[in-house]
């Protein structure tokens, strides 16, 4: 079956640089999700979007934004990049229905040095 | 705000044995969904098991099996027959019902299988 693809897989940036990360999310997929987890760490959510509106949001930097697009593949923009944004990015699909499980695609490694 | 709590850091089990994992966590609400997500090494967040708060009947998915307790707050996930595969990362997650997008995460319990 068909999963979530995410790209790049790894990215090595250097501080104040600007970083893209891209999720195609499964087919008919309408409902996209962003996570950064951190070294040793659980996953935390960014912000999520449904039919290319914002449609929750959590502890996303001021420096990050995102959007999702007609074809519902969704990018991270990611400005101003610091030492402490080195991290697993992750992107999740779902459907719009309630409690409808997250897959989760294989992550993007982000490395600033 | 709600919190999901792991409170085994590392856990081990022998091949072909059974291995419980513990998470409890704080709501106030009454409907919302329960998650158990693995991480092996390659980082990859893999679905184990998925249990809705308003069923009362324990989800199950092969040798996965979850021991939902509701009044408890708690939700363990019990590996039968172990294999080498299962060694990862296991993350209890929580997901209101309500208008909110978020998983809430545990902080993981690293199970070593033993051959």
């Known amino acids: 079956a068909a999963g979530v693809i995410q790209s790049p897989r790894h990215l090595i940036k250097e501080k104040r640089e600007t970083a893209t990360l891209k999720c195609y999310p499964i087919?008919?997929?309408?409902?996209v999700y962003w996570y950064q987890q951190g070294p040793g760490q659980d996953p935390q959510f960014l912000i999520s979007?449904?039919?290319?509106?914002?449609?929750d949001k959590g502890s996303i930097p001021d420096r990050f934004s995102a959007q999702q697009f007609s074809d519902y593949h969704s990018e991270l923009n990611m400005s101003s990049l610091e030492l402490g944004d080195s991290a697993l990015y992750f992107c999740?699909?779902?459907?719009?229905?309630?409690?409808?499980?997250?897959?989760f695609g294989p992550g993007t490694r982000l490395l600033v040095l | 705000a709600q919190t999901v709590t792991q409170s085994q850091p590392e856990m081990s089990v022998q091949e072909a044995e059974t291995v419980t994992l513990s998470c409890t966590y704080d709501?106030?609400?009454?409907?919302?969904?329960l998650f158990w997500y693995k991480q092996p090494p390659s980082r990859q967040m893999i679905l184990v098991i998925r249990q809705e708060a308003y069923k009362q009947q324990n989800a199950t998915e092969n040798r996965f099996s979850v021991n939902f307790q509701k009044a408890a707050k708690s939700f363990s996930l019990k590996i039968s027959d172990s294999q080498l595969g299962d060694a990862a990362m296991y993350f209890c997650a929580y997901r209101s019902a309500g208008n909110t997008d978020k998983l809430i995460f545990g902080t993981g319990t690293r199970l070593q299988v033993f051959p």
């Open positions: 087919p008919r997929h309408d409902t």
């Open positions: 709501t106030s609400e009454s409907d919302y969904y």
């Open positions: 979007f449904y039919e290319k509106m914002q449609s």
């Open positions: 999740a699909s779902s459907l719009r229905t309630p409690g409808e499980t997250q897959y």
